[in-house]
Antibody, heavy 120, light 108 residues
Framework: EERLMESGGTLVPPGGSLRISCEGV????????VSWVRQAPGKGLEWVST???????HYADSAKGRFTVSRDTSRNTLYLQMSGLTFEDTAMYFC??????????????WGPGTPVTVSS | SSELTQDPAVSVALGQTVRITCQGD??????ASWYQQRPGQAPVLILF???KRPAGISDRFSGSRSGNSAFLTITGAQAEDEADYYC???????????FGGGTHLTVL
């Protein structure tokens, strides 16, 4: 069974930095893309970043320049390093296995999420 | 445009059929993936590609597209179908994704 589990979410002051993690089980990050998707309280889903199986990285405009996605294939773990955090970054952060084989691209399965709260 | 537009809320009577719409220029060339999210839970993939369902997803869920719109149809809606539904598609660069704003489905 393929599963993902996020960790590392916590309360961070505005302007602060945080690294969250996502560990995958049942499939290899060397062969599949993995993405971060976030959801602010009471709001919809927002794609944040993707690392493809070749290690190429892609970011939403809201993340570019502030967030860095990376992976450790030996640990089958994805990371999201976030800096310059603002109140607007408060959200549940989900990771999801990503199929990018057009036309059948999709996100799934998803982890349960890790909460990041930016507050003074 | 990379934006995807969904109606915020839709309702359906128990056992009836409902169609949820997602509008976006990308659907003239691409397919949507659809996600179901119940309160307090992570999203779940329910449809992708040309009307494909992951294992374990009910065949009451089906997908289609026409013009600049993609559609999620739920046939014979059940109480457990009450949830938020999100569409998603890649943008023209192929390297970025966009979600629709979500549709809350109420089963009456």
């Amino acid at each position: 069974e393929e599963r993902l589990m996020e960790s590392g979410g916590t309360l961070v002051p505005p302007g602060g930095s945080l690294r969250i993690s996502c560990e995958g089980v049942g499939f290899s990050f060397s062969f599949y893309a993995v993405s971060w998707v976030r959801q602010a309280p009471g709001k919809g889903l927002e794609w944040v970043s993707t690392v493809n199986n070749g290690g190429d990285t892609h970011y939403a405009d809201s993340a570019k320049g502030r967030f860095t996605v990376s992976r450790d294939t030996s640990r089958n773990t994805l990371y999201l390093q976030m800096s310059g955090l603002t109140f607007e970054d408060t959200a549940m952060y989900f990771c999801a296995k990503t199929s990018s084989a057009w036309p059948s691209d999709f996100f799934g399965p998803w982890g349960p999420g890790t909460p990041v709260t930016v507050s003074s | 445009s990379s934006e995807l537009t969904q109606d915020p809320a839709v309702s359906v009577a128990l056992g009836q059929t409902v169609r949820i719409t997602c509008q976006g220029d990308r659907f003239r060339y691409d397919y949507a993936s659809w996600y179901q999210q119940r309160p307090g839970q992570a999203p779940v993939l329910i449809l992708f590609g040309k009307n494909k369902r992951p294992a374990g997803i009910s065949d009451r869920f089906s997908g289609s597209r026409s013009g600049n719109s993609a559609f999620l149809t739920i046939t014979g809606a059940q109480a457990e179908d009450e949830a938020d539904y999100y569409c998603n598609c890649r943008d023209s660069s192929g390297n970025r994704w966009t979600f629709g704003g979500g549709t809350h489905l109420t089963v009456l």
